[in-house]
């Protein structure tokens, strides 16, 4: 039996949703492994993806390398922050001041 699952991966300028079929039992980073984002994505280093954290849905998993896959689930590879959004939110207010 198979299930159909969607992994989703996003850059600031582009993002894709892989569409696929997997076995029962297949965890979130084995979909990741399968969706081939590193060919999709050449430009990031193959080990984000390998390493990133990951969801289901906007929810992070706790341990995605044991977490297995429903029908319909959507799996999100997320990148790490660029920048720590308490600098960020600092930043903006000491703009706003001047």
Excluded: C, N, S
């Excluded at 076995?23 to 984000?48: I, N, Y």
Aim: charged share 35%; aromatic share 6%; proline share 7%.
């Amino acid at each position: 039996m198979r299930l159909a699952v969607e992994v989703a991966f996003a850059l600031p300028d582009r993002q894709r949703i892989v569409a696929l079929e997997v076995p029962v039992g297949t965890t979130a980073r084995q979909a990741v492994a399968l969706a081939g984002l590193d060919r999709l994505f050449p430009e990031v280093p193959a080990a984000t993806f390998a390493e990133a954290d990951l969801g289901i849905f906007g929810k992070l998993l706790r341990d995605p390398d044991d977490h297995r896959l429903r029908a319909g689930d959507r799996v999100e590879v997320y990148r790490p922050l660029e920048i720590d959004p308490k600098a960020a939110r600092a930043r903006r207010a000491e703009r706003a001041g001047r």
